[in-house]
């Protein structure tokens, strides 16, 4: 008995051990030699509604595995806008999660975050440009800022965004809201007419590419947000914009949250992002 219970507790530490390092791993940037990529401009990783550093964590280490680039910051904002930063943001090919404390704040705060933090890595870091990769509420909170702030050249210029899942014309933003029609939304929220009125900033600067969930169920939605809201970004942008593309993930791995876990958005991502050939 007494051996058994000894196993026991050696397999429970052992598993423990073993988490522990995932989540140091997902914590820390990466210093391993960098694989050169035709892309060298860092990119950001913004988690959406109550997300954490689970959100981006495993796909930024598939991102390193397949050669994309490295882990080489972690960005902790605070509620009052300071920010902790481990590792260097500015470094070329860079992979840089962004991790908010308060993850439930309005999208409007959030934008807030994101204006200070860019402004910290021009001035701070001396970096011209980065891209950014955004899930949920993160996309829409991007496309927020964009619409406030992108010709400002006191911040680091936005190149490239990647959108997955984001509710563009939803009332919560974040949050599971009623699935609207699958065709060209009917009601337009405020935050829809606020976000087109205010395109004229980012026009002919940005490319962006737009992902959405279809679980094929009938709903018309990823399980959250409703295939409706998330393209509705192309009516959004209109030609304002260098370059949009839109990407339909479909199936049993197009939930919500599974779209940080498909290696098939991991791909149309690299392409977009990379250069990949």
């Known amino acids: 008995m007494l051996r058994r219970k000894n196993l026991l507790v050696g397999g429970l530490?052992?598993?423990?051990?073993?988490?522990?390092?995932?989540?140091?791993?997902?914590?820390?940037?990466?210093?391993?030699?960098?694989?050169?990529?035709?892309?060298q401009v860092p990119t950001l990783f913004i988690h959406g509604y109550n997300g954490n550093?689970?959100?981006?964590?495993?796909?930024?280490?598939?991102?390193?595995?397949?050669?994309?680039?490295?882990?080489?910051?972690?960005?902790?904002?605070?509620?009052?806008?300071?920010?902790?930063?481990?590792?260097?943001?500015s470094l070329p090919g860079g992979l840089v999660q962004v991790l908010f404390v308060k993850?439930?704040?309005p999208l409007t705060k959030q934008s807030d975050w994101l204006y200070r933090l860019t402004?910290?890595?021009?001035?701070?870091?001396?970096?011209?440009?980065?891209?950014?990769?955004?899930?949920?509420?993160?996309?829409?909170?991007?496309?927020?800022?964009?619409?406030?702030?992108?010709?400002?050249?006191?911040?680091?210029?936005?190149?490239?965004?990647?959108?997955?899942?984001?509710p563009f014309n939803d009332f919560e933003t974040g949050r599971t809201t009623k699935v609207l029609e699958r065709n060209a939304p009917e009601i337009l929220t405020p935050l829809f007419k606020k976000l087109k009125k205010s395109r004229w900033r980012y026009q002919n600067r940005i490319e962006f590419l737009n992902i959405a969930g279809d679980k094929?169920?009938?709903?018309?939605?990823?399980?959250?947000?409703?295939?409706?809201?998330?393209?509705?970004?192309?009516?959004?942008?209109?030609?304002?914009?260098?370059?949009?593309?839109?990407?339909?993930?479909?199936?049993?791995?197009?939930?919500?949250?599974?779209?940080?876990?498909?290696?098939?958005?991991d791909q149309v991502i690299g392409n977009f992002l990379f250069d990949l050939k």
């Open 103 to 105: 993850n439930r704040f």
């Open 216 to 265: 094929d169920d009938g709903s018309f939605s990823d399980g959250q947000v409703a295939l409706s809201s998330v393209l509705t970004l192309a009516n959004l942008i209109d030609d304002s914009v260098r370059n949009y593309q839109e990407y339909v993930v479909k199936g049993k791995k197009a939930g919500h949250n599974y779209l940080l876990r498909n290696q098939q958005v």
């Open 53 to 89: 550093r689970f959100s981006f964590g495993p796909l930024i280490e598939r991102f390193g595995k397949y050669g994309w680039g490295k882990k080489t910051a972690v960005i902790v904002v605070n509620p009052d806008g300071s920010m902790k930063i481990s590792g260097d943001p």
């Open 13 to 39: 530490l052992a598993l423990g051990a073993l988490f522990l390092r995932k989540f140091e791993a997902w914590a820390k940037p990466d210093i391993r030699p960098q694989v050169r990529i035709s892309n």
């Open 119 to 166: 402004y910290v890595l021009k001035q701070n870091y001396h970096l011209k440009s980065l891209n950014i990769v955004a899930h949920s509420q993160g996309g829409v909170t991007v496309l927020n800022y964009l619409s406030e702030h992108a010709n400002d050249i006191m911040l680091t210029q936005v190149v490239k965004v990647v959108t997955l899942g984001a």
